[in-house]
Nanobody, 125 residues
Framework: QVQLVESGGGLVQAGGSLRLSCAAS????????MGWFRQAPGKEREFVAA????????YYADSAKGRFTISRDNARNTVYLQMNSLKPEDTAVYYC??????????????????WGQGTQVTVSS
């Protein structure tokens, strides 16, 4: 089992920044690819960003490219999502997820076996 706890969400004005953190415990964090997803009210959950277990590879949704940066600190068992130039359409509950490297794409939610409870991000216009 891997337990994931997100933090860092909140209310921010458009153009502002937030840094989300996801602290992992349980099994060896460094074995897992990590992803961030989000879900806005009335919408399906969507992929935001992912990082490989080594940290060498990162992937972003088109909506996140150039604005968001995913990173990880395996010594601290933590993955981060730095979000800059936030827009009202970024408003959602953000979830981190952990999955073992495998055949599924990092953008595929079914790749991930463990999920956090989510943290709310609200961007006001």
């Amino acid at each position: 089992q891997v337990q994931l706890v997100e933090s860092g969400g909140g209310l921010v004005q458009a153009g502002g920044s937030l840094r989300l953190s996801c602290a992992a415990s349980g099994r060896t964090f460094s074995n897992y690819d990590m992803g961030w997803f989000r879900q806005a009210p009335g919408k399906e959950r969507e992929f935001v960003a992912a990082i490989s277990w080594t940290g060498r590879s990162t992937y972003y949704a088109d909506s996140a490219k150039g604005r968001f940066t995913i990173s990880r600190d395996n010594a601290r068992n933590t993955v981060y999502l730095q979000m800059n130039s936030l827009k009202p359409e970024d408003t959602a509950v953000y979830y981190c997820a952990a999955g073992l490297p495998g055949s599924r794409r990092d953008t595929d939610a079914y790749k991930y076996d463990y999920w956090g409870q989510g943290t709310q991000v609200t961007v006001s216009s």
